[in-house]
């Protein structure tokens, strides 16, 4: 079936160091959103991207779409402990269902 | 505006029992979605209605159902309780569908003894 595959599942960093997560899809994605889950919370959305080769910024959040819409990356520049939680990608497709990946959860040590 | 807001937050029932879970979408939101998370599955989707419609459902059994009601509040029920139930289950809503943002309520805490 159809997948998004997250990496990676983990990821320790020192404050002040940046952080990548990468979700992956053997098939052509129509768009893919960007959610943040902070431990005990619930999903919070950050962005959409659907176009090709798309990248947009959030103060110190940088996403983009791959040019062959299978891949997609967020990027944190010198993260804060306020980054803590976990990233999730998910792909809406036009069946009306979000398939999410398994999320990365960040630990940001002070 | 009001948030998603989802009731009860927390559940405690046992195995074989049935239990009701309760969605408010934001206002003007007619598309509800939800989603069971575990800490091995990650976020599963179970279903989407949209205007009283499911569009589209995961694959879940049949013990898990839902429908929602012309006010746009859904309800997802389980049935005959399992111990692998146990779980957080989200409801999101969004304005058409699932390629618009969701906004998740906070969720509810199901535990299965």
């Known amino acids: 079936g159809q997948q998004v595959m997250q990496i990676p599942q983990y990821q320790h960093v020192q404050e002040g160091e940046d952080f990548t997560t990468y979700c992956n899809s053997s098939?052509?994605?129509?768009?893919i959103q960007w959610y943040k889950q902070r431990p005990g919370g619930h999903p919070v959305f950050l962005i959409q991207?659907?176009?090709?080769?798309e990248v947009k910024k959030q103060k110190r959040l940088t996403f983009q779409f791959g040019e062959a819409k299978k891949n997609s990356s967020l990027h944190i520049t010198a993260t804060q402990t306020t980054d803590v939680g976990t990233y999730f990608c998910g792909w809406g497709t036009g069946g009306f269902k979000t398939i999410f990946g398994a999320g990365t959860r960040l630990f940001v040590k002070a | 505006k009001a948030g998603v807001t989802q009731t009860p937050r927390y559940l405690i029932k046992t195995r074989g029992q049935q239990v009701t879970l309760s969605c408010s979408p934001i206002s003007g939101h007619r598309s509800v979605s939800w989603y069971q998370q575990t800490p091995g599955q990650g976020l599963q989707f179970l279903f989407e209605y949209f205007s009283e419609t499911q569009r589209n459902k995961g694959n879940f059994p049949g013990r898990f159902s839902g429908r929602q009601f012309s006010n746009s509040r859904s309800e997802m029920n389980v049935s005959t309780l399992e111990l692998g139930d146990s779980a957080l289950y989200l409801c999101?809503?969004?304005?058409?569908?699932?390629?618009?943002?969701?906004?998740f309520g906070p969720g509810t805490r199901l535990t299965v003894l």
């Open positions: 098939t052509t994605l129509s768009n």
């Open positions: 999101a809503s969004s304005l058409e569908g699932v390629l618009n943002e969701q906004f």
């Open positions: 991207l659907v176009k090709s080769g």
